[in-house]
């Protein structure tokens, strides 16, 4: 079932990229990043009480608490350079650049998680790379 689950993520990653384009014309980027961050919010409480998942949170550990709350400053940091990047750049350029974290977090997911690359890893990552310059160089 993952696949599937990546699958929608990928699209509705793609409809993010090009509606965010569309919607921040004539706009501030941190402002249109702010209105896209409070709707993220309320779909994601949504969710959690339609689920009853809400009964989780007293069991949520300090350490849990920490790596989630640093890894929503990471999350907001990436949106608003994300924004502005779009912005000010052709989605068509801005995308492959920011989709390169996927190579980023292989080699963090290495690093850091301590997890085994194997060659079809670094291949991939390797193409993925090369597949991003190729789109940004002119």
Known sequence: MWILYALLSAVFAALTSVL???GIGGMNSNLA???R?????AMSWAIVWITGAQSGLA????RSWLFLVLSGLATGLSWLFYYKALQI???SKVVP???FSVVISMVLAFAILGEK???KTILG???ITAGTLVLVLK
């Open 20 to 22: 965010a384009k569309v």
């Open 33 to 35: 990043t702010a209105i």
């Open 37 to 41: 961050t409070v709707v993220v919010l």
């Open 59 to 62: 069991g949520v550990t300090q």
């Open 89 to 91: 750049g052709e989605a």
């Open 97 to 99: 650049v920011d989709k």
């Open 117 to 119: 690359a194997d060659a």
């Open 125 to 127: 990552g390797a193409l």
